[in-house]
């Protein structure tokens, strides 16, 4: 149990439709980042959240948007959602931005979109 | 672009031996680097963070690092079927502000 919960655990979308997903920090963090994971890839950064403000975003197109909110719990919008959509979405936790203790991450949303 | 390059495996190493998986890094600024093991169908977990050049070891593992190389390893030794995982090779970026990932490199221990 590593204190950062992500729900739901799995989701089946249709192509074309939004999703949303939900994250909750570990008790003290305040950055939480969110990656994807396709299959047989590394985590890919998706963007990040540090005091309710995004901090840096990676090369995902803008239908990925995010929330952060006061008890840094976040969320993932994905709209307009496409086949390459598919994969882990996992959200992780830390200390601050650039934490050198590392992040914790959340056991993931399993996405697959057909 | 920052990278982090692995070699995606999969490594097979037979029961008992030691264990080596490599890492390197472009961004010269880079001052943490962790490696992560991932179970398939898991979240990463932390296993080694190392921050000054040289070997840090941990139970069976050993993490060393390089910087004027760009170079990071980790060894492990005495290999157990358990380890058998995915490890992702992470640094923070030199801005401070993420974490980058390798693809990884798939282990796998044989009986």
Redesign the interface.
Known sequence: ETGVTQSPTHLIKTRGQQVTLRCSSQSGHNTV?W?QQAL??????IF?YYREEE??RGNFPPRFSGLQFPNYSSELNVNALELDDSA?Y?C?SSLE??D?????????TRLTVV | QKE?E?N?GPLSVPEGAIASLNCTYSDRGS??F?WYRQYSG?????IM?I?SNGDKEDGRFTAQLNKASQYVSLLIRDSQPSDSATY?C?V??S??????????TRLSIRP
């Open positions: 980042s990656y047989g890839q590394g985590p890919q950064f990040q901090n840096g882990l996992l992780a931005p650039g050198v203790y590392g992040y914790t991450f959340g056991s993931g | 982090v692995q995606s001052q943490s962790f898991k979240s990463p977990e932390l963070s921050y992702l992470a923070i970026d801005s401070a502000s993420k974490i980058i990932f390798g693809s990884g």
